[in-house]
T-cell receptor, first 110, second 111 residues
Framework: EDQVTQSPEALRLQEGESSSLNCSYT??????LFWYRQDPGKGPEFLFT???AGEEKEKERLKATLTKKESFLHITAPKPEDSATYLC???????????FGAGTTVTVRA | DVKVTQSSRYLVKRTGEKVFLECVQD?????MFWYRQDPGLGLRLIYF???????EKGDIPEGYSVSREKKERFSLILESASTNQTSMYLC??????????FGPGTRLTVT
């Protein structure tokens, strides 16, 4: 069974304090790993797709990386507007479906 | 930009009522999905559809059914709502195997 584990569950940062979120996965035949951002009371917003180990994607202060067993979402010099829950999901080669992790809730204080 | 819309943001229904949740996407995507999201349990797949009139059960289909008569529209039906179906319901669509785009969600309360 596919497993996706995100850590930490919650992260409190000072504005400008860079940090990383972890997503570890156990799947047979990874097709893609996806990162989403979710604000309270809203649907997840797509951020990145990573397909192979060594791949990196960047968007503003966010950078996602992928290894064979885990992915990291690095937040560089975060601002309060980066406060959200960040979800990781994996897709296997045999399926359209996504398996989601429980998410990391990031709070950035000014 | 992909747009996925859901018929209601908030809905309150009574136990035993039949409930329809509607989802529409405007990007001609083949695949559409229904999830529910609960604190501590994350997103769980209820049903998905890979083509018009085609559907497959997800991880938690019990108590739900779906309908996809047109490519852009995917409906989730609660035949007889129960209090344990109180949740946030999220619809998503995707082009083939690629990333899924989510709607704003419907927060359903069953009393």
């Amino acid at each position: 069974e596919d497993q996706v584990t995100q850590s930490p569950e919650a992260l409190r940062l000072q504005e400008g304090e860079s940090s990383s979120l972890n997503c570890s996965y156990t799947v047979s035949g990874l097709r893609g790993l996806f990162w989403y951002r979710q604000d309270p009371g809203k649907g997840p917003e797509f951020l990145f797709t990573l397909y192979s180990a060594g791949e990196e994607k960047e968007k503003e202060r966010l950078k996602a990386t992928l290894t064979k067993k885990e992915s990291f979402l690095h937040i560089t010099a975060p601002k309060p507007e980066d406060s959200a829950t960040y979800l990781c999901a994996v897709q296997t080669s045999n399926d359209y479906k996504l398996s989601f992790g429980a998410g990391t809730t990031v709070t950035v204080r000014a | 930009d992909v747009k996925v819309t859901q018929s209601s943001r908030y809905l309150v229904k009574r136990t035993g009522e039949k409930v329809f949740l509607e989802c529409v996407q405007d990007m001609d995507h083949e695949n559409m999905f229904w999830y529910r999201q609960d604190p501590g349990l994350g997103l769980r797949l209820i049903y998905f559809s890979y083509d018009v009139k085609m559907k497959e059960k997800g991880d938690i289909p019990e108590g739900y059914s779906v309908s996809r008569e047109k490519k852009e529209r995917f409906s989730l039906i609660l035949e007889s709502a129960s209090t344990n179906q109180t949740s946030m319901y999220l619809c998503a669509s995707s082009l083939l195997i690629y990333e899924q785009y989510f709607g704003p969600g419907t927060r359903l309360t069953v009393t």
